[in-house]
């Protein structure tokens, strides 16, 4: 499942260039959406892993 968490942000930054590229625009020009991806990975990863320790089962 952990190995899984990686694939978020590969998948979303993924999408997001190939948006820009559909669109004609630069990276330069879409460095704040991918500061937002950023964060809401961070976000979206960080919950998942909390959820993970907490309903774990030893």
């Known amino acids: 499942m952990i190995k899984l968490f990686a ?3 590969l998948l ?3 999408l997001y260039w190939l948006y820009l590229r559909h ?3 630069t990276v330069k020009q879409g460095k704040k959406g991918f500061i937002v991806i950023f964060f809401t990975n ?3 990863l960080g919950f998942f ?3 993970y320790f907490l309903t774990r089962v030893d």
Do not use: A, C, H, R
């Open 23 to 25: 669109n004609d625009w």
């Open 7 to 9: 694939l978020l942000p």
């Open 49 to 51: 892993t909390l959820m």
């Open 42 to 44: 961070l976000v979206v």
């Open 12 to 14: 979303t930054f993924g």
